[in-house]
């Protein structure tokens, strides 16, 4: 949520900061602005418009920009509508402070009431402002240096912020703070770079510090210090990136999604790389072996995510409980962390995150250490909080991903955990040694299982053309392929706004079969597993009521053939990989019918990427 984005060194800020915000846009695109100092001149300037990055760049052209001190915001509303005013950077009243924000302040109201009493006046309805002024009337009031104001100013919020300030009486320095959301200082040679992640900055060095919760970084051209708010100094640990600048452009497709959804046999070969031998027929996970004794032992797993995140922990509750026979729950962060749940200190908590910066996620994690659980990350952004706030994890190394409806991350979340639970199948001798070789080799053989899929999108695509125009659809599957039906209905509504519901196929009868008639398509997941038998049934249920089936099945199928309106072919694979594949043809459903549909599919409307705000 908001991308923040700075420069300070010897070069122009503008085309650096716009280009970094180009590159953060996915975290929310309402409005857009940047500050830019130039001391020379003892000047600055603030433009900040409502829409995207490219209307604050056209809104900009013969305006001065020059200055080699900026700071950039691309902003997902949370208080106040997306307009002109409630865009960042914000500037405080009497014009000392300029501050762009990510998160939210959660007792601006009452912080701003008192700077009201003090004749404070605010010109939109940000708790941003509220912010920026407390800073300015401490900085006034009490006669201090701006990092001292800054400082004491943030022991006096509750909530969440990543800040970039400028003081225009300081114009050499620019303070950064986080607490809750995200930020990262670049290092380069002579000059800093700053921004919520670290994709703007990577094509300028692959040096940063990712700032911890209540640090601050005090960067001037020639110096950087790093403290907390309490001015206690910190030693920041520089981490050298492993990231191509190729990774985070499109290289020749028209979408990122696209692009990532192309990527999955490849993201998939990264994340099992190093981690399967397919000579020794082993699973390794480096990640675990300090918790492995735990898990092998669990009593209990729970799962916590969002979204996609939370689609790819249900496979992993059918995949842990089915192959390593340890029960497993399922939960959204977000009502986990409020609703009071027991917890044992014996229990194993699997937090799953793409962002590893979601907001009701990373407040779940804090809430099960409290209670003296394990806590384990799946998470996919190197270095984001939550694989810093885990006891242990395993990365996904799908590598960056840009577009805002989740696709390669989650086929490889769902293979982190099905690498997890075959080895700890494996461990607790719930399968043999034979069906773990078995598993091993088919894990393998995902990515070009997929390749296969993909090699016939055009077949999709004339799916796409036949249905774009439809108001409704419903996604059926059973066991494995129900939290697949969940995700494709998901990953439709996100970027085509078409109305869609995933359900589990029996369930159909008791609710959405009302629903059916000669307009509804219905996407049924109807592979060969143990429950092709039913799922044919239901199809025949849907058939019976004139719906229109689309059906995904396995290569060389007759009998749903000749029922279904439509069938894609998927390679034959065992049931604990079906999830893997099966979800490829409804990523590229839902994008083809959002692209004919004309939506802009990488930055769908009111979502973000990386939901740091509850
Ligand atoms: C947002 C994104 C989803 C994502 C979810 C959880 O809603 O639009 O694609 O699945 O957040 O994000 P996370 O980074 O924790 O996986």
């Known amino acids: 949520m908001c991308g923040i984005v700075g420069y300070i060194g010897p070069r122009q800020a503008f085309p650096i900061v716009i280009n970094g915000l180009k590159r953060l846009e996915y975290r929310g695109y309402d409005s857009a602005g940047i500050a830019i100092i130039n001391p020379d001149k003892q000047t600055f300037n603030v433009y900040k418009y409502k829409g995207k990055v490219a209307d604050l760049e056209n809104n900009t052209i013969g305006k001065d920009l ?60 940000t708790d941003t402002e509220v912010l920026v002024n407390l800073i300015e009337y401490i900085y006034i009031k009490g006669q201090v240096s701006a990092e001292i ?36 200082v670049g290092i380069g040679e002579g000059e800093y770079f700053f921004a919520s992640d670290a994709t703007p900055i990577i094509e300028h060095t692959n040096r940063v ?3 911890n919760d209540n640090d601050v970084a005090i960067v001037k051209p020639d110096q950087v210090t790093f403290k907390t708010i309490m001015n206690v100094p910190v030693t920041p640990t520089i981490q050298e990136l492993d990231m191509d600048i190729g990774e985070i452009e499109k290289g020749g497709y028209e ?31 480096g990640g675990l072996y300090n918790v492995m004794d735990k898990l092998v032992h669990a009593k209990r797993i729970i799962i916590i995510g969002c979204g996609t995140s939370w689609h790819a922990g249900l496979v ?91 696709t390669k991350a989650f086929t490889a979340q769902v293979t982190v955990l099905t690498m997890m639970a075959v080895l700890l199948g494996f461990k607790r001798k719930t399968i043999s040694d034979t069906q773990y ?33 439809i108001t409704n659809s419903l996604y059926l599957g059973r066991g494995y392929l129900f939290p697949v039906a969940l995700e494709g209905a998901l990953k439709l509504k996100e970027i085509s706004y078409i109305h869609a519901e995933g359900y589990p196929a029996a369930e159909m009868k008791h609710g959405p079969i009302a629903l059916i008639d000669e307009h509804m398509p219905v996407i049924v997941l109807a592979s060969k597993d143990k429950s092709y038998e039913k799922i044919v049934s239901n199809i025949q249920e849907v058939k019976a ?16 053939t000749k029922l279904a309106d439509h069938v894609f072919e998927i390679p034959e694979t065992p049931d604990i990989l079906t999830p893997l ?22 930055q769908p409307r009111n979502l973000a990427k990386s939901v740091t705000v509850e």
């Not at 009486?169 to 607490?179: G, V």
């Not at 009521?545 to 749903?560: H, L, M, N, P, S």
């Not at 594949?581 to 990488?602: E, T």
């Open 66 to 125: 020059t200055g080699n001190i900026g700071i950039g915001h691309t902003r997902w509303a949370t208080h106040g509508e997306p307009n002109d005013i409630n865009a960042h950077p914000h500037v405080s009243m009497n014009k000392k402070f300029i501050i762009i924000h990510n998160g939210i302040i959660e007792n601006y109201a009452r912080l701003k009431k008192r700077l009201e009493d003090r004749c404070y006046k605010f010109t939109s309805q």
């Open 149 to 184: 104001a800054i400082r004491l100013a943030l022991t006096k919020v509750e909530g969440a912020y990543g800040i970039l300030v400028l003081c225009t009486d300081e114009p050499n320095t620019i303070f950064a703070a986080r607490k809750g959301s995200p930020l990262v």
């Open 209 to 211: 510090v990712f700032l």
């Open 255 to 285: 979408h990122f999604m696209l692009k990532e959804i192309f990527e999955q046999p490849r993201a998939i070969e990264d994340t099992i790389r190093g981690r399967i031998s397919i000579d020794k027929k082993e699973i390794t996970l």
């Open 316 to 406: 992993g509750e059918y995949l842990l409980e089915d192959i390593a026979r340890i029960p497993v729950e399922v939960e959204y962060a977000s009502e986990f962390r409020y609703r009071n749940p027991v917890l044992y200190p014996d229990d194993i908590i699997i937090a799953i995150s793409q962002s590893g910066e979601t907001a009701d996620t990373l407040a779940a994690i804090k809430l099960a250490k409290q209670a003296g659980c394990t806590v384990l990350g799946i998470c996919n952004v190197v270095g984001s909080s939550i694989p810093r706030e885990t006891h242990a994890g395993v990365y996904t190394h799908a590598g960056p991903e840009i577009g805002v409806a989740s």
């Open 437 to 469: 070789k078995h598993f091993i080799e088919h894990i393998y053989s995902i990515p070009s299982k997929i390749e296969k899929i993909l090699e016939k999108h055009q077949q999709i695509k004339e799916l796409a053309e036949k249905y774009f125009n």
């Open 545 to 560: 009521r004139k719906g229109i089936v689309i059906a995904i099945v396995t290569e060389g199928d007759e009998t749903i």
């Open 581 to 602: 594949i099966s979800v490829i043809p409804l990523q590229l459903l839902s994008y083809y019918i959002a692209v004919l549909r004309g939506c802009n599919v990488d």
